[in-house]
């Protein structure tokens, strides 16, 4: 800038065409140029200082640049003309070179003169949105990075092979670190339960890459389980660079724990509203048990007097003739202790406690594998045939009065991978509404409806159906049948969750299927399908 | 001998009742059905004594059973024996079961308790009176009590205190409360010390379904007034007795038998006011006319009085026989047994010291206090104290009142 202040005012000087002699001092045009240069500088730098501030200061700190770039300018100019010395001489001037500043010349020059200014001012114009541009661009990149790693939700990037590559301190608190880098110094398979399992959900972001809301039980550092409710989305790797997973989390482990409560509060409510029925079914045997034990009682006292008196009198014919007082005496014990009846009747009596006792085992053994509480959370092979039988043991006090129940059971039908426990809840709720459609076609009446459950093997999948004879399920309501707190049942036979919860228990906890088939007046038929391998490898990223 | 039908539906339980109650067979003949429709087949055929039956049996349940022998044969003493501990399918049977069972129940209690019933029925089940108490379903209660009660058993935390003072204020629901109480079904038979204690056991569920579901309590509105029968009156009265046989006392009787005894010395009136309210107002008439007690016109038209037919229900319903005997005797405790005599002569000189501030001066027709009572109960050397004490309790009742 001071060089080119210089250079313009010596060209300056060079161009006039004066009839004298010119000489410079060196030493005021070395201070001339220098000057230029230092308050050029100066200004300057004032000048991009002011860039960076804003506001009412920086409207005075240009005003102050400005001054100091205008005092460059003269202060360059009159060093410069100190610089000079005319020595007046009368060579004659050679206009040969010479132009003469018509009004045209001088039009030409300002118009130049605003370009230069036009081009100055846009240059400035950009120069300066470009900054504002760069500093956005950081600041905002700040911001997002800021959002990223503050965000409450977990935030991870992670490489199909298992490397995380970035991630937030949600994220690492959520599986039990820390910080950031201790997660991230760990692979992601550590984060499973199941190895599989994320094989499985890389599987179905080849075809869907993004799953939204996907429930899935992973692991802590200590090795507990923690529940994320997931979004994951696969991005693509630019320039042949591999792919990478974006996952978001959020910790649901406090909701599924409220979840897991409340089914199993509605399993503990389905057995209260079973005790009273179950109670009656052992106390029905324990009666006559303990009526025909009373009876044994008193029989063996009998029996003992009469082998006493038949004792007295072997003991008198061994010594020869007895007496017939003796023998008399034997005689009316055997009719008091009443000997014909207890003949017919101890044995009858014996048997009927034998059977008595029976029941009652059969009953607590039904009761406790009915009961059972899924051990862990992960699926079993359980015999369906098995759980059905033990649902009609111990709901047999619920239908017994209305129904003959059948049971028609597949001798092939293969384990299943299930939550043996829960599918006993549905088994149950199918039984005691097809109990309560019945009731109300039989009430009043001495007949009896019919429940029939039916299992059997179609292929890779295992059927259920509860059919009834009840009053069928009439065609305003059918589609409401599994919806929450829907009930057509009086007061205090059912809240209207049975099937709700029995349709959360199939689809959702085991990838099957729940249908019904209905026609008022003649009954209806429910069928639960269930795959035998358990749930699919979706279904398993789900529950 | 008794003639005592039992119902099942299950075959066992019959077969292991006729072995258990053989030893029985020279007192009771039993009969068997397994259900309610070849039960009231069998009834219709030849009358028995006492039905037993179970409460859960196809078509017809035992509450429903018990319904139609109730309407058909009320003579008929009705016993509930059953596995089923549904409360809901229990309040269904209250109202006409006279008591309850709980499966499994030892057969030598059973062999008790039917011993225990058909002694009553012998005692004092004169046939008509037999009829009326067994045709009896809901006892009635003072309209004040009955409304105070449902308000109370609506709210959603009902106060024990009272609960208990509402319940107490009334004989007809003490008496539920206190055969309820006693009965099998809610665990080990034992003596129930108060009103507070069979209110504490029963529970205010209990209590709500007795008052706003089943048939077992009603209000007291009868359409034509009963001739000297006042429902608040009865209910001051019977409360005054209890209070002041309670402290009358006596060696060695129990002051908590004495004053359930006391409240609850009248409930054959109720009774009567219920099954007989005609005939009822017709004896307080003649005996008003006639300036008799009113038990003896009872006695003439129903061959024995209010105090008997009290006793019946109250031992049908399975009250402590202390209890029953001193409320059956409380006219005439000469006529007690001679254990049973003081509590029933605590009771008859309440009663009669009850009316003193009622009518002083005045002694109730040939009813002067017998010496011979006077005498059992300390002598002659209390009677100012019992007056006092008398007058105090009917001070502070009016006061509470």
Redesign the interface.
């Known amino acids: 800038m001071g060089a080119g202040i210089a250079g313009m005012h010596y060209t300056g000087m060079a161009a006039m065409r004066l009839s004298a002699d010119c000489r410079f001092d060196p030493m005021l045009v070395t201070v001339s140029v220098v000057l230029a240069i230092v308050i050029s500088l100066v200004a300057l730098s004032l000048a991009f200082r002011v860039r960076e501030e804003s506001g009412r200061r920086l409207w005075r700190q240009k005003a102050v640049s400005a001054v100091v770039m205008g005092v460059a300018i003269p202060i360059m100019h009159y060093t410069g003309m100190a610089a000079a010395h005319y020595t007046a001489s009368d060579a004659t001037v050679d206009l040969s070179h010479a132009v003469k500043a018509s009004s045209l010349g001088v039009a030409a020059v300002t118009l130049v003169t605003l370009v230069v200014l036009a081009l100055a001012i846009v240059t400035s114009v950009f120069d300066r949105r470009l900054t504002a541009q760069r500093s956005e661009l950081r600041s905002a990149e700040e911001r997002y990075r800021e959002l990223f790693l503050r965000s409450p939700a977990g935030m991870i990037r992670v490489t199909e092979d298992g490397r995380i590559l970035d991630c937030n301190l949600a994220m690492a608190r959520m599986f039990g670190f820390d910080t950031r880098e201790e997660l991230m110094a760990t692979p992601m398979a550590e984060r499973y339960f199941d190895g599989g399992e994320r094989d499985a959900l890389i599987a179905r972001l080849a075809e869907q890459p993004t799953t939204a809301d996907l429930e899935r039980r992973l692991r802590r550092k200590d090795g507990s389980p923690v529940w994320l409710l997931t979004t994951i989305r696969v991005v693509e790797g630019r320039n042949g660079e591999p792919r990478v997973f974006d996952g978001m989390m959020i910790d649901i482990s406090d909701k599924k724990r409220y979840q897991i409560g409340l089914l199993h509060a509605q399993k503990l409510e389905a057995v209260g509203e079973l ?3 179950i ?14 034990t ?2 044994l009682q ?1 029989s063996f006292a009998a029996v003992s007097q009469m082998i006493a008196a038949s004792d007295e009198v072997r003991a008198q014919a061994e010594h020869g003739p007895v007496d017939p007082v003796v023998l008399d005496r034997a005689a009316s014990v055997q009719l008091n202790a ?1 000997w014909a ?1 207890l003949q017919s ?1 101890v044995p ?2 014996l048997d ?1 406690m034998l ?2 006792l029976g029941r009652v085992a059969k009953i607590v053994r039904a009761m406790k594998e009915f009961s059972h509480v899924d051990q862990s959370t992960d699926m079993a092979a359980a015999d369906i045939n098995r759980a059905i039988e033990n649902t009609l043991v111990v709901a047999r ?1 619920e239908y ?3 129904a003959v129940a059948e049971a028609q059971l597949a001798s092939d039908l293969p384990p299943v991978m299930c939550h043996i426990g829960d599918l006993n809840q549905v088994f149950l709720n199918l039984v005691i509404n097809a109990a309560h459609a019945i009731e109300d076609v039989v009430a009043g ?2 007949q ?1 409806g019919r429940i029939e459950v039916r299992t059997k093997r179609d292929g890779d999948w295992v059927e259920i159906d509860v059919s009834d004879t009840g009053t069928g399920i009439p065609e305003a309501v059918r589609n409401k049948v599994f919806d929450p707190f829907f009930t057509t049942k009086g007061v ?1 036979r059912g809240s209207g969750q049975g099937l709700t919860l029995a349709r959360a228990i199939v689809v959702e906890k085991h990838d099957g299927q729940i249908s019904f088939d209905t026609e008022v007046g003649k009954g209806s038929t429910f069928r639960v399908r269930l795959p035998v391998r358990g749930r699919g490898p979706a279904a398993a990223l789900a529950a | 001998m008794k003639r005592i039908l039992f119902v099942d539906d ?1 075959p ?2 019959l ?3 006729r ?2 109650l ?2 029985q067979r020279d007192r009771w003949q039993m009969a068997f059905a397994s259900s309610g ?1 070849q039960a009231l087949e069998m009834l219709a055929s030849e009358s028995c004594d006492m039905i037993v039956s179970d409460m ?6 035992g509450a429903a059973l018990l319904a139609s022998v109730c309407e058909r044969h009320p003579a008929v003493i009705r016993i509930i024996l ?5 409360l ?1 399918a229990f309040m269904c049977a209250v109202p006409v079961a006279h008591q309850f069972f ?7 209690l059973l062999r008790e308790a039917i011993d225990h019933q058909t002694s009553v029925a012998d005692r004092y089940g004169y046939p008509p009176v037999a009829e009326l108490v067994g045709s009896l379903r809901a006892l009635p209660v003072a309209p004040h009590a009955y409304q105070e009660l449902r308000r109370e058993v609506a709210e959603s935390h009902p106060s024990l205190d009272h609960l208990v003072k509402v319940v107490t204020s009334d004989v007809g629901v003490s008496t539920r409360a206190l055969q309820l109480a006693h009965s099998a079904f809610f665990g080990q038979r034992q003596d129930i010390a108060d009103i507070r204690a069979a209110v504490a056991r029963l529970g205010s569920d209990i209590l709500r379904h007795l008052v706003l579901a089943a048939d077992t309590l009603r209000s007291f509105e009868p359409a034509t007034a009963i001739h000297g029968f006042d429902i608040d009156d009865f209910q001051r009265h019977s409360h005054l007795v209890g209070t002041i046989a309670e402290r009358v006392g006596g060696a060695g009787l129990q002051a908590h038998v004495l004053y359930k005894a006391g409240l609850l010395h009248d409930v054959g009136k109720l009774v009567l006011a219920d099954r007989a309210p005609d005939q009822f107002g017709q004896a307080q008439k003649i005996a008003r006319a006639e300036g008799r007690p009113s038990h003896q016109v009872e006695e003439e038209m129903f061959g024995v009085s209010h105090a008997e037919i009290g006793a019946y229900l109250l031992g049908l319903w399975g009250l402590p026989p202390a209890i029953v005997e001193a409320v059956a005797h409380h006219h005439h405790p000469e006529r007690a047994s001679d254990d049973q005599r003081p509590a029933a002569a605590a009771l008859y000189l309440a009663d009669y010291l009850a009316r003193l501030p009622e009518a002083p001066g005045i002694t109730r027709g040939s009813e002067a206090p017998d010496a011979h009572i006077v005498a059992l109960l300390g002598g002659p050397a209390m009677w100012s104290t019992w007056t006092e004490l008398a007058l105090n309790a009917a001070r502070l009742g009016a006061q509470h009142a």
Do not use: W
Request: overall charge negative.
């Open positions: 005790a009273a029925g109670a009656h079914e052992i106390n029905t045997p324990i009666q006559f048990v303990s009526d025909n009373r009876f008193e009443d009846y009747e009858k009596a009927q059977d008595g006090n017994k009065y209305v009446t001495d009896l205090g | 299950e066992n339980i077969d292991g009742l072995r258990a053989r030893p429709p859960r049996m196809p078509g017809m349940d059953s596995g089923y501990t549904d809901t709980l499966k499994p129940c030892d057969p030598l």
